[in-house]
């Protein structure tokens, strides 16, 4: 059956995983190499089926409203070739860095495992199986957040359970709506309800509000963004793409289909439904880059940078337009590849050099000046500056608040330049300081880099930069993608 | 390949600063690094000749999107602007080549000095808002190592100052850019401005705040108020060669984008008696009165310098917002006087401090006699700034004072001249006494002062200041084929 | 056709019959016998069910010849069918699971006993789901408490005194006002068999003579089997009994007894008094509200416990909270809803604490949180078992326990504005409690071990693991395929009444 392709795209890295720490290996080199070549496998059965036209899957039958079901759309396979193309890099990365920590093994099998699940995030084809994923996200990357093991990790990762088993409860109130008014949970484009009777759109909208506001919750949205910058404390390949692109960006992916795949722009728009989480979003843009500005230590700053920048995705989604919603998806993309270098960067700042503050960053740029370059580029990208990658969404995500008029986008328009501004401030300026002054006397001494932690940051940093000039194709699928939807 | 040129004579500066970042060898005598960065400058001087020569050229680089391309275009207002940063540049570099000997990394310095040339050369060049900001931005970035380049503490404080009011002057620029792109029917800069007056997508207005946002913005680069934080503290901390530029060239680079917005994109017709109007006017004026009163109260050389720049900038910003024909010729005029007297006047406080080390202004007495030919230019310059013919700064003045007065305008037809009389006065009270007690100073202690040594620059350090003189001087009395070149290309964009 | 309907008797029958002669059975051939008994009621109920599948109409079955009035009488649907199938499932598997432990705790002499008193559990589960009138129901509901009770206080340790002791008065205290209700009502109707009963009531009901009573009646019973059940807010027995008492013995209590409570209550209400007129006396709303309450005030308390069984017990209330508010919504939904949560609480609560009593045998017996840090290493297999039987608790999608909240949100829908609100956001509130004191201890079992020295054990024996893994398979099958025993319910409901 030719639809098996989707299913062992996710199927393989979970077993892979789950085997990890049952076989014996023979020393390091042929764990990492499995480990390595089975995450490239997955990437390929990924691409395959992005590519491929495979039609819907349909696993199992819970009862005749609800399936476990697999399919890849336009959106799907966005977000499948984002994940499909980062993680191998990622893990590359991590080869290199968990090096000696003695907790490989169950690192790597829930890394593995979080893969696996990730992708079928982005190939659900309808609510119930994205929530059976997405709970499942929360827990298999549960133990990679405590993987420290000190008290502070696991506070930060039990934070992190409770928000994010709050949140899914929360989002469970929206898939009863769609079971009980729309009869099934599949995602159509367009939503389920475009004949709906008028009666019926009051509810459904009371429905939607809560289900976004749960949602909302793995996409850090104010008031429930607190548990992100608490999971910094995870180690750095963790932070980067879990908490930078998989897992936040399910969230967001998530309230991409409630939105526009579920319950349908007819149902929410110019009502308390689209306004309540539009002027969520608008406000997160600026609180997280506030907060960021605030903050000293370096990965949280990154982190408050993160929850900034997730609502400039659902600030262009929720304008529910074909603009908006193509911006939105756009600038999903950019920020996974400017943030993930930026993180993983400063992976090797933490634990190479021993830099945790941004106070500590003078002079580092003297020991690693091709490192801090890219840092320095990675920076300039997130603030917006042309012709970076983030110039590209943010010019998009403003022309299509321009395009919709009306408080709220201009609002949100007002908040993404403050918020350029303050991005700015909170990456140039310690971007500035690396490449001068110089490291105090009693500064730890800087461990060697591994080559597979440059080798990976080289072509994430390559990447993040042809972005930039090679975006055309990308904008293109993208706009086709969303202008259906609408 | 059309426009070619064009390329050129931005990758020249670029390819300039590469070479001495990745080879060595050319960097590792100051000897071969000054006759390479010599040659550079005057090559580029060769090319922007041409390129104005050429006439009207575009060249598409490459396209973001499909609606954003970024693009070439050389026209009437690309010649004046590409010409003056080239001269300056050219100049100011000569100078440092012997200035710099006192100062460390210098390796680093011409690099970033040659590159900040070419992205001035790519703003210059700009055919598109989107090109103009990206170059706005890249130019901001890649000047700020000059300012940090001393790295003493208030260097780097200063530098930050720069990058954080730079950056929040572009995102304010970068509003109207966004608000503006829907509203245009050309994404290529049009003489006279391309605004879809009769469809704004938002109530004019609101447009008409935005509109103001983005002139405030673009200003952060000129100096005006209320962006001009930052300024007084950049300019002065860098390398005296450095400040040349910064106070005499970059500036103008804020100038340019305001231009370009005005006469390009929105049209001085949308603007012209709208209270946006009055505004500006009112921020420029404000900026010309408080820079001269700033600079009076100001002891160290360079930094009465700078907030000389700060008012003798806003006084193109008020020709500039006149939006009439005489006013923007005088604009121009002044665009160009200003930035050869300054960049001269900031050369000699160069020389004055390699030198003697002198920074204050009280302990200048008696150094005409030490530095006599230094002194004698710092002089003519200062009269040039003042405004006292026959020196090219009377002429701009006095086109921008009768332009507002021939337009009529409430309130400012008349607030301008008598802002810019009473600024001359000032200036005169700043410059005027250190030059005279330079020469006539220090009699009391006659012997003391003819006691120390001779302290005249080299002739590298010399020559540079100079040809600027004599530009001055030259230009001022035979004004004429710049005054008509200039009423032409105002007449195109009104 | 014929023999299978004799079925349900067969399995009283044997259960009566097994527990006489467990009475002088060795041990360990009194613990097989338990088990053939069990084992043989699973078989004969599913027997039956697959019986009462193909038929319309609910058949009854007189016992011993006396006709109604007189005699006792039951009565089979494929709903009582699928009930006791499903408990003697659980009965069975966490009988297999958990006896291995009872040496250690139970003294040998008394251990037939202990078996005797399994068997009557069994009786008297079958006998409440199955039958048809009044006197029947309280006789084995007087069988049920001295069972239970025993269950307990087989341990003779001195919490487990204290417990037994407060399980045994408040259980009389409910059999009393149980008494009283049932005598009322025949004092009114003069009728103990259902079907005539629920015809008097009718019939008084719209005369509007004996209303008051009626009321009382109404009252006295639901509250005493709601007592029994662990209702909030009269749930205050639980956490003692079940925290004190063998493991397998809390696991029978919660996961099998409750339930036949709570199923003789649901019969009371739909088949004597008909739940027309329950909705009409608020009793419907009185119970909704002690089903939130018990939902949201129980896992308040159970984040607080220090004590891993403790902390059970009070979610036992808080789920059979879930269970109440099913059946006080009134509708068909909601009791689908609520017979389903019975279905699933039952597989996955016994199971939890089988587990839990693994557990802390690997963690020299300590129950405090603290001692139990690395437990989850010590015994994989519990561990495992512990975590899945959490998630369904908390409602994680593929087990049981999701697909319970999901039947009692949708239940919830047609209500509209504020039970609606109430029933969704509440379910949502609790789910993320649940979250936090189950999780929070799987992660606590799978923390690093504090420097203490732990006893070894012996290993749990090859089938009680067996065991345990069928019954995670069967929380997991409820899960994932309850599409069948979804439409059973619906189907049995519409012959219950």
Redesign the interface.
Known sequence: MEGLTLLAAIALPIAAGALLPVVRWKGRAARDAYILCLTILTTVLATVAIFGNFPRLSLIQFNDRLSFALKLDGIGRLFAGLIALLWPLTTLYALGYMRGTQKEISFFAFFLMSYGISLGIAMSANLVTLYIFYEMLSLSTLPLVMQKGDSGSIRAGLKYLYYSLGGAAFAFIGLVYLVYFGGTTNFVPGGLFRGVAVEHTAQLRLGYLLCFLGFSVKAAVFPVHGWLPTASVAPTPVTALLHAVAVVKSGVFAILRVTYFSFGALVIRASYAQYIPLALTCFTIVFGCSMALKEKHLKRRLAYSTVSNLSYILFGALLLTGQGLAAGLLHLVFHALMKITLFLIAGVYNDRAGIHEVGELHGIGRDWPVLSAAFALGSLAMTGIPPFIGFISKWALAQAAVLSGGLLPYLGLTALLVSALLTGIYLLVPSTFIFIGRRPGNAPGTKPVETEIRISLAALTALMLAAGFFSRPLVDFITRAASGLV | MEGMLLLIAILLPAAGALMLTLMPWLNERREDRCLFVGAILVMECVVVALVALDGQRTLVL?????Q?P?ALRSDGTSRIFSAVMALMWTVSGFFSFSYMKHEQNEKSYYAFYLMTLASLMALTLSGTM?TM??FF??MT?IS?PMV?HT?TKEA?AA??KY??YS??GA??G??GI??L??NISSAYFVEGGSLLAGSL??SKD?FLVVIFITLVGFGTKAGMFPMHGWLPTAHPVAPAPASAVLSGVITKAGVLCIFRMVFYVIGADFIRGTWVQWALLGCATVTVFMGSMLALREKVLKKRLAYSSVSQVSYVLCGLYMLDTMALDGALLQLVFHALTKDALFLCAGAIIFKTGITRVEEMHGLGRRMPWTMWMFAVCAISLVGIPPLGGFIAKWYIAEGALSTGAPVFSWLVPIVLLISAILTAAYLLPPSVSAFFGGMADGEAVSALPKAEPSLMMLVPIFILSLAILLLGIFPNFMIESFTRLANALM | MGIVQNFPFFSIMLCMVSGVVTSVLKPRAALMTTLFTIGSVLALSAGTLGMTLGLDEPYTFMMGHFPAPWGNEIRIGSLEALMATGLSAVLFVSLLAGHARLPSLVTLQKLNLYFIMMDLVMAATLVMIYTNDLFTAYVFIEIMTIASCALIIVRQHGHTLVAATRYMVMNLLASGLVLLGISMLYGITGHLLMEPLNQSVREIYESGTYREVLTVVIALITISLGIKSAMFPFHAWAPDAYSFAPALSSSVLSGIISKAYLFLLIKFLWRVIGIDIIQSQQIGSFLFYCGIGGMLVASVIAISQRDIRRMIAYSSVAQVGYVYIGIGMGTLAGLTAALFQMLAHSAAKSLLFISTGELTRVSGDHKRFHYLHGAGHRDVLAGIVFTFSAMSMVGIPFTGGFISKLQIALASMPFGGSIRALVLISLAISTLLNAVYFLHTVVSIYRKAPDIEYPRNERIPRHAAVALVISMLMTLYLGVGSGPIIRIIEAGIKMFA
């Open positions: 490459f396209k973001m999107t499909e954003l970024i989107v900001y990206l931005e890249l970035f700020v940090l790295r780097v530098g930050i990058l954080i950056v929040a995102t304010m970068l509003m966004f608000i792109t829907p997508t938002i609101a």
